[in-house]
């Protein structure tokens, strides 16, 4: 006896194999609708209580909130403007291409820009497209797992696992982790590519593969790196009379997405090229993953138990939970068997992939990738490629319930206990209720700024040192009221000019700092005072209330006062 869900299944013998995508029914489109609700539900779940206030509760404690804010907020402004010129974001001035100093979040801006255009803020918009990518990333993965076996219920387990982990839940303030999305998407393309040899798969792929490009450069070499493994498993579906009818499409595939991917790199290796941005294997090794990360789990009910002596703050969680590796076992269960089964082959080698290019230099794979990818160069948080293991454990986790339920189809036991086992795998993950703080807004002195007609170019006080520069964040999110160009800055590159003014501003307002203000063409000077201590802020309130080159426009009731600079 079938169950119900698996009657659609033609190759349902053979379930592990080479089950064909589930037909469009109105069954299936049913089913596709609960998995969108349960995704929705789930993401309101684990990052309770966020929904209940998301235009004040945030993560906006965390620097790297505050960036991706900005970034989204810049791409939703710059791109009906002059979208020639989308790298050229309004810090950092004088430099270029200073949006590629960060990850690019092109995909999820362009989710969220619709809500930026009707006026919705940039918190608020962070918050949504949280939740928004949680919720694609579980339907993705449901959508490849229930096409590969058929089973609905394996589906939702698996899209809980790829969605809601210790590694996406660690990196909340990160939201380039939340849109992995296009990760099982690109795999299901492959696959269907390898099996139809159609050309409009080839164009879904290409699709996919710039999609998580543009999202996040580390989510789009893991893509490449999956499908690449993928390719070298499953060679028996291109090799010998199979050529013929696949490699003109995947060359297609490769053709399309390359000028767009090229196009996103270009200011990435302008960096690499002429500003040495290249990271030192030295410095991949030093944010390696270590053996204790496999661990290590965020989760309230582990981390209460056991794994707070794994956990390493900074470190990456990469425990997927004990249900997982149970289904995992299961699905593996059959030995050779299942081995056989060249999409089980695939996410096993992706893996173990994953696991290996986590270790970074300790791994001769890292090594070699390091010397002929360009793109390792400059990544450092190798331990992120983790997230390759987590991703192969959701699918086999969602193979084995699949298995599972076909071995006791006659029980109707085994349907229950397949929800139950989709609540614990949530339950294990689950970090709710989130730490969140409360965001105030942006400061009124800025609406000024906004009201100022032509160029300017402005100076946030205190100018922080470069190891400090992460305090920048809020000056940036400020700019979004604005979007004037900002001698301030923050992201994973910090250039020189700007070491160099933070070492002349830390005397501000002396001569040498003022001069400095004079040769960068600064127009404005925003002062926090409320940053300062107490004694160091009267002497520079008093120094600029004495320097005619200073007039004030401006001032806030908790201590920021704008200047115009003569």
């Given amino acids: ?71 989204v907020s810049w791409i939703a402004y710059q791109l009906p403007r002059d979208p020639l010129h989308l790298y050229e974001a309004n810090i950092f001035y004088p430099e270029k291409h200073t949006l590629a100093f960060s990850e690019p979040l ?39 797992i229930r096409t590969f076996t058929g089973d609905h219920i394996a589906g939702l387990i698996a899209g809980s696992l790829a969605a809601f982990n210790p590694h996406t839940l660690t990196r909340i303030p990160q939201l380039q982790a939340q849109f992995s999305l296009w990760l099982p998407l690109a795999l299901l393309a492959l696959d269907r590519l390898l099996s139809d040899k159609r050309t409009k798969d080839a164009l879904w792929l290409a699709l996919f593969v710039t999609l998580a490009t543009t999202t996040s450069l580390y989510f789009g070499v893991m893509t490449v790196v999956a499908l690449g493994v993928a390719l070298i498993i499953r060679f028996e579906d291109w090799w010998g009379r199979r050529a013929n009818p696949f490699f003109p499409r995947i060359g297609l595939a490769v053709l399309l997405a390359s000028p767009v991917v090229l196009l996103i790199l270009a200011p990435y290796w302008h960096l690499y090229r002429h500003l040495g941005f290249a990271r030192p294997l030295d410095l991949a090794a030093e944010f390696a993953a270590h053996p204790s990360y496999y661990l290590s789990t965020a989760g309230r009910l582990h981390y209460a138990m056991w794994s707070n002596r794994f956990y390493e703050y900074g470190g990456e969680c990469l425990f997927p939970g004990l249900i997982a590796f149970g289904l995992l076992i299961v699905a593996l269960a ?29 791994t001769p794979i890292y090594v070699l990738l390091y010397k002929v990818f360009p793109p390792f160069k400059g990544f450092r948080s190798v331990s992120r490629f983790g997230f390759l293991f987590l991703f192969a454990v959701a699918a086999l986790a969602g193979y084995g319930l699949a298995k599972l339920r076909t071995r006791f189809t006659r029980h109707k036991w085994i349907t229950p206990i ?56 809020s000056y ?87 200047y115009r600079f003569k």
């Fill in 1 to 71: 006896m079938i169950p119900n869900d698996l009657r659609n299944n033609k190759l349902y013998p053979k379930l592990t194999s080479e089950a064909l995508p589930y037909s469009s029914t109105k069954k299936n489109k049913t089913r596709t609708a609960q998995a969108l609700a349960f995704f929705i539900l789930l993401s309101i779940i684990h990052t309770w209580p966020l929904i209940t206030n998301p235009a004040h509760l945030s993560r906006n404690d965390n620097a790297d909130t505050v960036l991706c804010e900005w970034i």
């Fill in 106 to 144: 092109i995909a999820p801006a362009l989710i969220g820009a619709p809500l930026r255009w009707l006026g919705v803020p940039p918190v608020s918009t962070f918050n949504l497209l949280l939740l928004i990518g949680f919720t694609l990333t579980g339907l993705a993965m449901y959508t490849l």
């Fill in 334 to 362: 059959s030995g050779i068997r299942a081995v056989k089964d060249r999409r089980i082959r695939m996410f096993i080698a992706i893996g173990i992939t994953g696991i290996l290019l986590s270790f970074g230099p300790k």
């Fill in 418 to 473: 397949a929800i139950v086992l989709v609540i614990l795998v949530n339950l294990e993950a689950t970090r709710a209720p989130m730490r969140l703080s409360h965001f105030k807004g942006i400061p009124s002195v800025y609406k000024v700024l906004a009201a100022h007609k032509g160029s300017a170019v402005v100076a946030e006080m205190p100018f922080y040192s470069p190891r400090n520069s992460y305090k920048n964040a």
């Fill in 476 to 562: 940036m999110l400020a700019s979004t009221t604005h979007w004037k160009s900002l001698l301030n800055g923050w992201g994973g590159y910090i250039p020189k000019s700007y070491r160099r003014r933070a070492d002349v501003f830390r005397h501000f307002p002396e001569e040498a700092a003022v001069e400095e203000l004079q040769r960068a063409g600064v127009t404005h000077v925003v002062v926090h005072f409320n940053r300062y201590e107490k004694e160091e802020a009267m002497k520079i309130f008093h120094a600029l209330y004495n320097n005619p080159k200073f007039k004030e426009l401006a001032s806030d009731p908790n201590g920021i006062k704008l």
